[in-house]
């Protein structure tokens, strides 16, 4: 399997998200690096995301998200 590692303006258009809930999303460790996003450079100042990771972990977030709410009420 193929991965394709795309930056983060494209990342923003496939997702649907805006770069600054990606980046809030890998300080919340929802996207975890090296399986969902890498620096694309050596210098740690581009980043670029695994769109296919990206959506498993982000609805995986959600639907813990809402176990826990249910679990709550």
Known sequence: ML???VNTVEAV???G???DTLRRYRKDNILKEGL???YGDAY???VKYNIDNCYSSIL???NRDH???EQAS
Do not use: F, G, H, Y
């Open 3 to 5: 991965v394709m590692w």
């Open 13 to 15: 258009d496939k997702i």
């Open 17 to 19: 998200l805006s770069k």
């Open 36 to 38: 969902d996003w890498i």
């Open 44 to 46: 740690k100042r581009r």
């Open 60 to 62: 995986s977030a959600q």
């Open 67 to 69: 176990r826990n709410l």
